[in-house]
């Protein structure tokens, strides 16, 4: 997409505003400190017409801007000729602007004097910088939307990541956890089958909830904790009294959006070394909001 396509015409139309406004004061600060008679109407539509035949050129300098850019690494590699372009550029479209600007006040009968090219040249070195002006403001217009674009691409790469990153999670999970869960239900079968029972159902509701929000990538930190709730009161099913689980959470964090699957692995880990040993384990969850 070129500049004259991503450009911001509103933005342009105000700056144009700004810089008549500019030439108003100017003007009319010039001739409230000379001697001659106020004539508000030359006054007014001066500025005015600076403005508007301003706006009305600003695609041509942006299209000469795309056409022959400087700031473009292909540009680089040619940048005489295309300042050689942009110099002449700026003398024509200059000359273009003075004559329009003269002829609208010749056509409008607020000119002084009678139109001709030695008037319409006369100032002509006075209003080249304008373009070079114009010619910047596009290039820096181009290089803070190209600089917006890649931060949003960079905010969406590092989405798609954590996406990836979160169904690589669940994938891993689900096979490691049922091989486990399943192995110690066929185990309670024959000696405790109440037991074994409630754990099938504890699987059940753990495996609706993983597929329920198997596409969320946040959910409400009261949902993360009951996920996490029933895989530890499997896991104490497994482990009977050496596994001790105690929670500590604050009604406010509750509503709170954590990333999905946030805490299962730092659960897993913990019960799984802090019983590696034999021994008992007692795994304490808090949770609290605090800064709003």
Same mark, same amino acid.
């Given at each position: ?10 933005? +342009?139309?105000? #700056? ?7 030439? /108003? ?6 001739? %409230? ?20 035949? &301003?706006? /009305? ?6 299209? @000469? ?21 942009? #110099? ?20 409008? &009968?607020?000119? +002084? ?5 030695? *008037?319409?040249? #006369?100032? +002509? ?9 114009? @010619? ?12 917006? !674009?890649?931060?949003?691409?960079? +905010? ?19 096979? !490691?956890? /049922? ?8 185990? @309670? ?23 329920? !929000? ?29 596994? *001790? ?27 799984? !070394?802090? %019983?590696?040993?034999? &021994? ?13």
């Amino acid at each position: 997409m070129s500049l004259f396509q991503r450009i911001s015409w509103l933005r +342009v139309a105000l #700056a144009w505003g700004v810089f008549a406004l500019f030439m /108003l004061v100017l003007v009319t600060g010039q001739a %409230l400190t000379g001697t001659a008679p106020l004539h508000w109407r030359p006054l007014v539509l001066g500025p005015l017409l600076y403005g508007l035949i &301003g706006l /009305l050129l600003t695609p041509l300098v942006f299209r @000469l801007a795309t056409r022959f850019n400087l700031a473009a690494p292909a540009g680089r590699a040619r940048r005489l000729p295309y300042l050689l372009v942009h #110099a002449g550029a700026s003398v024509g479209i200059t000359i273009l602007y003075r004559g329009l600007y003269l002829g609208a006040l010749h056509l409008i &009968g607020t000119l +002084v004097g009678p139109l001709s090219w030695q *008037v319409i040249l #006369a100032s +002509v070195n006075v209003w080249v910088p304008i373009y070079w002006m114009v @010619l910047f403001v596009a290039y820096a217009l181009d290089y803070h939307d190209k600089w917006q !674009h890649r931060n949003l691409d960079a +905010v969406r790469l590092e989405m798609q990541l954590v996406q990836a990153q979160l169904l690589a999670l669940k994938q891993q999970l689900n096979p !490691h956890f /049922l091989f486990n869960t399943l192995n110690a239900i066929a185990t @309670l079968i024959g000696d405790e089958p109440r037991q074994a029972q409630r754990m099938t159902a504890k699987l059940g509701e753990f495996l609706r909830m993983v597929l329920d !929000h198997s596409e969320a990538q946040q959910v409400p930190l009261a949902h993360e904790l009951r996920f996490i709730e029933l895989y530890l009161e499997m896991e104490q099913l497994r482990f009977s009294d050496r596994l *001790v689980v105690t929670y500590e959470v604050s009604p406010a964090a509750l509503a709170a959006l954590v990333p999905h699957l946030l805490l299962q692995p730092l659960v897993e880990n913990a019960v799984r !070394h802090g %019983l590696s040993a034999g &021994g008992r384990g007692e795994l304490h969850i808090q949770a609290d909001r605090r800064g709003g």
